[in-house]
């Protein structure tokens, strides 16, 4: 210990003997380590935003569809009884039926997006019922003319939020039909608005699927499109034991005709995706480092240079190899641990005030915080090694003869 006490000692010596030179070679350093906090923190936040945000846009659902190119094999509504049957856990199936039309109401006629469904077609969205309620079994048992909108779209349709019991027209093909509202959801979160800034506006309706097509002319009795509902840790495998059954059901075994996917899938995707995206913003910010570790190895070797005549004569007395290569080397990674350390503390900084002028959360774990303490470290001994081998294996008497 004692050994390395004088080396620690002498590394310090020599690091504030040099004080400018010191700073603007710990610079290098300072500048990676906050750059490779501050993009691990961004990337953090980044990625739990974008999956909020979608699982705010999106419920936790999984799309079963028959191609009609393919097969003359339809779903049925036996079929979403033996799913229910057979996966009791599920919060749902519904057939999906999507249409475009007009609606009616006190402020003038809007576009709109209408959707058909069970009762379980609640769970589509994950801006719950705020205001009135959603449709039941009954309701859509008996093809009652009820429909759920948007917070947005019954302030922009009526003119209030409080549109709970009023009545609009729906327009579709041609026929027209008035429903009264029932429930009103949540308001749709900022990502949302982005992506439908600039888009023509569409006032999300949705309805019974009984109604659409007793209203409308839409065969209600066979679909080509099913919508499973489940949690969120177990959907992607319901959506596979569902496949398999109505694969089993309409004889499609070996075909292509029937495919399925999650919005599990879909977030395991986007995280591979944010995953990557992460990555590339980390090398980049390590680049940053290793310029910082070639300073570093260019410092040492003016220093090996400048102390020739003092390695010389601490060779002559004695002082082996291997304590020559250890003192350069503590010096090096000494500087470079100071330079992590003051770029951690910025990264951190820097994190805190990007994330928050961003609207991200600011997630910083130890893991990242550690490892650039110990990369910094690392960085210290890989570009301090050449120098410290060169100090070390230096003849005494052509070091004093410099």
Known sequence: ????????????????????????????????????????????GMSEFVKSQ?????????????????????????????LEEALPDIKGVSPDFTSYGKVTGRKGTFSASISGGAESLENYLSNGIVKGSYFNKQQVDSSQRVCVMLLDDAKKIFGTEDAVGMELDITVYGKTATYTVIGLRDHMNEMYTFLMEGQEYYAQIEMPYTALGADFDYDTEQFSSLLLFDDQQTLSDSVSKAENLLINAHGLRGTSALSAYSMADFADQLNQILGYAQSFLLLVSVISLVVGGIGVMNIMLVSVTERTREIGIRKSIGASTGAIMTQFLSEAAILTLLGGIVGIILGIIAAHLICTAIGFDVIITPTSVGGAALFSIMIGLFFGLYPARKAAKMKPIDALRL
């Open 1 to 44: 210990m004692g050994k390395f006490g004088e080396y620690f000692k002498s590394a310090i010596k020599q690091i504030i003997g040099n004080g400018y030179r010191t700073l603007m070679t710990m610079l290098g350093i300072v500048i990676g380590i906050a750059a490779v906090i501050a993009v691990v923190a961004l990337g953090n």
């Open 54 to 82: 979608l699982n705010d846009i999106a419920g936790n659902y999984g799309q079963l569809n028959i191609n009609t190119s393919k097969t003359s094999e339809r779903f049925t509504r036996d079929d979403i009884a033996n």
